[in-house]
């Protein structure tokens, strides 16, 4: 069944922004991916990659978008796995820290409502 109404679509005509990670140090055909993912163990390999991070200009989206993600592996944004794990367990301390100030705000909120309507 055909509508009379036009369907409502943006024009497909208009040009795509260029994505961050077109600029990133990782998409240059110089560097194997094996060295964005290299053993933790190898603290060698490890600051090499780190190292190419240092330089990008792209490093610090790169570096919130993989923790947005969630990536566990690799070096992503000059931070190696476990540093990665490292600001994720900080993020979800600060997170938790929040959401219980926050709900002390509304408990005390809540009380003072209470006591307004007693007194």
């Known amino acids: ?10 024009p497909d005509n208009l040009p795509r922004p260029v994505h961050w990670a077109t600029a990133a140090v990782c ?3 110089e560097n194997h991916p094996d060295v964005w993912f ?14 190419l ?4 200009p792209v490093q610090m989206r790169c570096r919130t978008d993989a923790l947005n993600r969630g990536e566990e592996h690799g070096v992503w944004g000059g931070l190696d796995e476990g540093e990665l794990r490292d600001v994720r367990k900080v993020r979800r301390a600060a997170a938790a820290k929040q959401a219980a100030r926050e709900k002390q705000a509304a ?8 006591l307004a309507k007693a007194g």
């Not at 069944?1 to 943006?10: G, K």
């Not at 290299?38 to 190292?51: F, I, R």
């Open 1 to 10: 069944m055909t509508s009379i109404f036009p369907a409502r679509r943006a």
């Open 27 to 29: 998409r240059d055909d």
């Open 38 to 51: 290299p053993v933790p163990t190898d603290l060698v390999a490890v600051e090499y990659a780190k190292g």
């Open 53 to 56: 991070c240092r330089r990008c």
């Open 107 to 114: 408990q005390d909120q809540q009380d003072a409502g209470e």
